[in-house]
Nanobody, 127 residues
Framework: VQLQASGGGLVQAGGSLRLSCVVS????????MGWFRQAPGKEREFVGAIRWSGGSTRYADFVKGRFTISRDNAKNTMYLQMNSLKPEDTAVYYC?????????????????????WGQGTQVTVSS
């Protein structure tokens, strides 16, 4: 199983980016998917997650109203639309998936809940 994150880049504060995460090697339609990020010198932190149906999402408080997660199961792809970006959003963004979609809601923000990880894509927001 491979997860490939892409779409990162350099953007000015207030701008937008859309990240993509393509899953290959297995069908992921039942998996819960998540986005995490890690800034230099900081621990990896939860950004958001989406259930297999796409109808249920959860976000970290610091991205609510600015970021939106979606998925296209037919394309084995998850997206992270990031608007109103701030310099503090600068980080490497990672996508992740669990095996069977069994992660309970309270554990969605925990990196240990996810079995597969992408390599990360750099997002840099300039002030």
């Amino acid at each position: 199983v491979q997860l490939q994150a892409s779409g990162g880049g350099l953007v000015q504060a207030g701008g937008s980016l859309r990240l993509s995460c393509v899953v290959s090697g297995r069908t992921f339609s039942r998996s819960t998917m998540g986005w995490f990020r890690q800034a230099p010198g900081k621990e990896r932190e939860f950004v958001g997650a989406i259930r297999w149906s796409g109808g249920s999402t959860r976000y970290a408080d610091f991205v609510k109203g600015r970021f939106t997660i979606s998925r296209d199961n037919a394309k084995n792809t998850m997206y992270l639309q990031m608007n109103s970006l701030k310099p503090e959003d600068t980080a490497v963004y990672y996508c992740a998936a669990d095996k069977f979609g069994a992660t309970i809601t309270s554990a969605l923000s925990t990196s240990r809940s996810y079995d597969y990880w992408g390599q990360g894509t750099q997002v840099t927001v300039s002030s």
